[in-house]
């Protein structure tokens, strides 16, 4: 089974820093999706990724998958409060209706 | 508008009982699905439906039983809880073959 290791597992920020979370996957990624919770919610769609090479940008988060389909990375510039949550990083393994999720980092921006 | 509803949000329960949780989506999704949501913030996916049917049954002890009675709805009866079974559950839907899930706010299940 696919299974996903993100990094780090938490971080700490100051407001306006930028920061990077990469995510690893043990086998080739056919798509990889990035999720936002915020604490004691749901999860939030930003992006989807399938090629690879492929970047996406929405707002100051950027996610790129690489060249060899093995990892991804969610960049976020210019860090603010309302970035912080956990990221999940999931991958289909080539099925849509099945994601497997990574294990999560958790981003506290401070003031 | 609420797209994906879960109902309770939170439900506080002893060993042994049997408890449900609804979960309704408005988007006109074909697919739905459960996930599990541990402690460590771990998000494993439990079962997944397709226009009423099964499609995805992870290896989840039998007290889980979903129930779909239609396309919009997505109930999970767990029967016997153990403390095991504390988590935050959500429930999600897709359109059939898309790959963008959408989330309820998840119930938080705490068995004592």
């Known amino acids: 089974s696919q299974e996903l290791e993100q990094s780090p597992q938490s971080l700490i920020v100051q407001e306006g820093k930028n920061l990077t979370i990469n995510c690893t996957s043990s086998?080739?990624?056919?798509?990889l999706y990035w999720y936002k919770q915020k604490y004691g919610e749901g999860l939030i769609f930003l992006m989807m990724?399938?090629?690879?090479?492929e970047e996406k940008s929405h707002e100051k988060i950027t996610a790129k998958l690489d060249e060899k389909k093995q990892q991804s990375s969610l960049h976020i510039t210019a860090s603010q409060p309302s970035h912080a949550g956990i990221y999940l990083c999931?991958?289909?393994?080539?099925?849509?209706?099945?994601?497997?999720f990574g294990t999560g980092t958790r981003l506290q921006v401070t003031l | 508008d609420t797209a994906v509803s879960q109902t309770p949000k939170y439900l506080v329960t002893q060993m042994g009982n049997d408890k449900s949780i609804k979960c309704e989506q408005n988007?006109?999704?074909?697919?739905m699905y459960w996930y599990k949501q541990d402690s460590k913030k771990f998000l494993k996916i439990m079962f997944s439906y397709n226009n009423k049917e099964l499609i995805i049954n992870e290896t989840v002890p039998n007290r889980f039983s979903p129930k779909s009675p239609d396309k919009a709805h997505l109930n999970l009866h767990i029967n016997s809880l153990e403390l095991g079974d504390s988590a935050v559950y959500f429930c999600a839907s897709s359109r059939q073959g898309a790959y963008e899930q959408y989330f309820g706010p998840g119930t938080r299940l705490t068995v004592t």
């Open positions: 086998k080739t990624l056919y798509g």
């Open positions: 990724l399938q090629k690879g090479g």
């Open positions: 988007l006109g999704h074909d697919t």
């Open positions: 999931g991958a289909d393994g080539g099925t849509a209706s099945k994601l497997t």
